[in-house]
C-alpha cells in the first residue's frame, strides 16, 4: 500500500479536564488569574479528598487525591457539556475549580442511589465510600461506560416502580416483597387483571388462574393463542405503561401458558418462577396437589407406595382398568394380555406425563421403564410357564394381588 493510502490518527488519552483546559488556555477562554485561582482550589481540595479515603499527610494518598478530582472534573465536564471542549472551558472560567469536582461527586452518589438490580430488598454489592473510591481512581468512568451504567440503572429503577404500582392498586403490602423480583410482580398482576381477579393469588389461586386462561384462551376464536388485550393498560399511568407494556409482549410471546400439549403442572413448573405467588397455608397446598393433578389422585386415590403405583402401571400396560388393588383372576388376565401383545409401556409413559405429579414423573418412569418392567418381561412372557406361577409370584410380590383364601380374600 503506498504511502498516499496511509492515515495516521492520533489519540488523545489525556483525561477530559485536561484536554478541556487545554483548549480554553489555547483559545484563551482562561487566563493565567483563572487558572492560579484553580490552583489554589485544586490544593485545598486535593487535600480534603486524601483525608477523606485516606490521609493528608501521606504523598501517594494526596498523588491519588490529585488523580481522584481529575477524574471526577473529567466526568462532570464531559456529560453536561456532551464532550464540546469550548462549552466545558468556558464553564471552568465561569464556575469555581471544586464545584466541577462536587458536581461529579454528586453524579456518582445519584448512580449509586439508583438500584442495579430489579430485585426488592437485595443489597448493593458497595457502599456508597467503596463505590466513590472505586470509581474516582481503580475504575473511574469513561462517558460511555457512566451512561451506559446510569441506563441500565434507571431501567431497574423504572421496574420497580412500576411494580410497586402495582402491588399498591392491588393492596400487597410491600413487607411481602421482599426478595422477589421485580418483574415477577407486574407478571402476575397482568394475569390477575386477565383472569379479573382484583388480588395476589397463592399457589392455588395461581393455579386456577392460569387454569381459568386456558380455558378462555381454548374457548377464544384465536385457537387457543394468548392475547392480552392492551386495553387492561389504560388505568395504568403514563410513566409506568412502557415497562409494563413490555412485559405484556413477553408473556404472550415467551410464556406459552395456553399451550394445549403442556399440562398445567408442567406449566406452573417451568413459569412459577417469572411470577410472584403468596405464602400458601398447608390446606392450600394440598388443594394445589389435588387440582394440577386431578386425574392421577382419581387413579391412586391417595395412595402413594410403589405396589400401587406398579399396580395401576401393570393394568395400563395390560389394556386393564387402572386400579390400585386388583384380583388374583385380573393379574393372570393381565398375563395373558401381555404374552399375547406385549406391554403396551408407552401407554403407562403418556399417563405419567399427562397425570402425575410434575415433581415425581421422573422417579415414576423410571420405577417403571428401569426398575419394573425388564423383569416383568421376563417373567411374565416366559413361555414355559405354563400355569403362571412365576408370573403371579412375581406380581405378588411387586404389585398389590388379592388373593384368595378360605373364606375371605387377602391382600
Known sequence: MSDKHRNIELVDKRPFFEKALGFGLKSHILDQEKCRAMIVDAAKGTVQVAAFFGTSHLHTDLENARQRIVNLISLY?????????????????????????????EMLKALHALPDSTVFGDTKGQGLKEFQDERTLNKPFALNAYRKERKAREECAAVVEAALWFADDMGLEHSALDFTGAET?????????????????????????????????????????????????????LEYRDVAEKIRREIEKRDALTDPAVTLDSLLNLVELRYFVQESSLEDVDGFDAMVSKEWHKVTKGKEDPYSRLTIFMCIAAAAKPKTTVSETVARAMIRQVRQHGFDSAAVAAFINSAAPFEIKENLLSLWEDEFLPEAQ???????????????????????????????VQD
Do not use: M, W
Not at 397482568?190 to 387454569?211: H, I, M, T
Not at 417373567?379 to 405354563?386: E, V
Open 378 to 408: 421376563e417373567y411374565l412372557t416366559d413361555d414355559d410357564d405354563l400355569k403362571y406361577t412365576r408370573a403371579l409370584k412375581f406380581l405378588k410380590e411387586n404389585c398389590n394381588i388379592k388373593v384368595k383364601t378360605a373364606g375371605k
Open 185 to 237: 410482580v407486574i407478571r402476575t398482576a397482568l394475569l390477575v387483571r386477565l383472569g379479573g381477579g382484583g388480588e395476589f393469588p397463592n399457589r392455588l389461586g395461581f393455579a386456577k388462574l392460569l387454569a381459568t386462561i386456558r380455558s378462555n384462551a381454548a374457548n377464544s376464536t384465536a385457537a387457543g393463542k394468548l392475547k392480552i388485550p392492551k386495553k387492561l393498560l389504560d388505568d395504568v399511568p
Open 77 to 105: 465536564l464531559e456529560q453536561t457539556y456532551n464532550g464540546d471542549l469550548q462549552k466545558s472551558a468556558e464553564s471552568l472560567r465561569d464556575n469555581t475549580f471544586l464545584s466541577h469536582s462536587r458536581g461529579g461527586n
